[in-house]
């Protein structure tokens, strides 16, 4: 069992930036990928970002591609989110989650959730 906490988010203005960190308790690198999703409100979860186990695989949704940069650091277990040129649709409640096998961007293949960090983008 893998616990995953996020934290990083807030209240930023547009144009700004977060970082969002994930910190596993146990071995990253034991997981097949390390993704980002997010949630706003009324909507259904959608995937933003994802990390192969070594890390030079790389995936993004096509919303925040150019904007967003994930990495990792094995040896720390932990997952980040780089995220620049923040846009009010970028409000939600962010997840960080771990996967054992599948498609980057299938949420339901990942196996274990953070219990999610809240960003919200607004003047």
């Known amino acids: 069992q893998v616990q995953l906490v996020e934290s990083g988010g807030g209240l930023v203005q547009p144009g700004g930036s977060l970082r969002l960190s994930c910190a596993a308790s146990?071995?990253?690198?034991?997981?097949?990928?390390m993704g980002w999703f997010r949630q706003a409100p009324g909507k259904e979860r959608e995937f933003v970002a994802g990390?192969?186990?070594?890390?030079?695989?790389?995936y993004y949704s096509d919303s925040v591609k150019g904007r967003f940069t994930i990495s990792r650091d094995n040896a720390k277990n932990t997952v980040y989110l780089q995220m620049n040129s923040l846009k009010a649709e970028d409000t939600a409640v962010y997840y960080c989650?771990?996967?054992?096998?599948?498609?980057?961007?299938?949420?339901?293949?990942?196996?274990?959730w953070g219990q999610g960090t809240q960003v919200t983008v607004s003047s």
């Open positions: 989650a771990a996967q054992n096998t599948g498609y980057y961007s299938d949420g339901p293949t990942y196996k274990y």
């Open positions: 146990g071995s990253i690198f034991t997981f097949n990928a």
């Open positions: 990390s192969s186990r070594s890390g030079s695989g790389k």
